[in-house]
């Protein structure tokens, strides 16, 4: 059993993403621009999910930092929703309006946030409690690992030492977005917003935390996973494809799975994550109709385009 548990463990960190594996690199350092404007941020308050705007920069410091490695594979089931991530980067975008920032101080920073956002959540949003604590750390027994899991799939994680090619592996939505660059990896990592991410918060600024995401919004958003992150865009319109056939749980994993090479573990990590957030993005109906996946009419809106 324990050597089944690893091997998963490691499928899940080192599951290969295709053909062009090797060349999804980050681009090589430079420093962007300041960009003048406002920025939102993406905060809950401790009164439930009403939003708030914390310290606004005048400016915006972005760059494209070190190159990395990020690998080109879907997103897995541990990330399950998105609010969060974009929640972090208004964090980020705030935390490092004049430079680079500590990443590990960032990391214990937002995910302190991110427990008191969850407190706020409880009680105040009725029903919608479910939805809104989805991929916020909430489990006090556990504290350690509901961190390590808050900052690994919502935020992202640099290996411990360099790999590929001598360039250090990042993983997780907003590396694998474009959205984050790192510098000084060797010693103490810091971390910024690239161009590219401070385009994503743009997108995604006074997002409710409540689903289903606005139509204007979603159609922003892939738009720019189709240009930033086209593998996880793949998730998407391979999820929307499949359900678009009415499937049954088995059919559509049978399906994922083929339609990647995936192991049977990897295809259901994925399908419930991707499943999850179409819900989120209201593409898929938010619950089963007679036992089957069912696309909502965004959803197959959507389908016509992919």
């Known amino acids: 059993m324990r050597e089944a548990l690893h091997a998963y463990i490691a499928e899940l960190h080192d599951i290969q993403g295709g053909d062009e594996q090797d060349k999804s690199f980050m681009p ?18 401790t009164d439930g999910p009403q939003l708030s705007t914390i310290h606004c920069p005048e400016s915006v410091f972005t760059t494209e930092g070190e190159p990395v490695f990020v690998e080109k594979s879907p997103m897995l089931g541990l990330h399950n929703r998105d609010w969060p991530s974009f929640w972090a980067l208004g964090h980020l975008a705030a935390m490092s309006a004049e430079q680079p920032i500590d990443f590990r101080g960032f990391l214990d920073d937002v995910t302190e946030k991110a427990w008191r956002l969850a407190e706020g959540f409880r009680g105040t949003v009725g029903t919608d409690e479910k939805a809104a604590l989805k991929m916020l750390p909430t489990n006090s027994l556990k504290k350690q690992s509901a961190d390590t899991g808050f900052q690994s799939f919502a935020i992202g994680s640099i290996s411990s030492k360099a790999a590929h090619q001598g360039r250090y592996k990042v993983s997780g939505p907003l590396p694998q977005w474009g959205a984050v660059a790192f510098s000084e990896l060797s010693s103490k990592p810091k971390i910024a917003l690239t161009p590219a991410g401070w385009s994503l918060l743009k997108i995604v600024r006074g997002l409710s935390p409540l689903p289903p995401n606005p139509r204007t919004v979603a159609l922003e958003f892939f738009d720019y996973l189709k240009v930033h992150s086209p593998q996880d865009w793949w998730g998407f319109e391979t999820t929307v494809r499949e359900v678009s056939a009415s499937p049954v749980r088995d059919e559509l994993l049978a399906k994922m799975e083929s339609a990647r090479d995936w192991s049977t573990s990897i ?18 109906e938010p619950k089963l109709v007679a036992g089957s996946y069912q696309l909502t009419d965004f959803g197959k809106e959507i389908l016509k385009n992919v």
Do not use: F, H, N
């Open 267 to 284: 295809a259901a990590s994925a399908t419930q994550g991707y499943i999850a957030r179409c819900r989120e993005w209201g593409l898929v």
């Open 28 to 45: 090589r350092p430079s420093t962007g621009p300041k960009i003048q404007t406002e920025v939102v941020s993406l905060v809950g308050t």
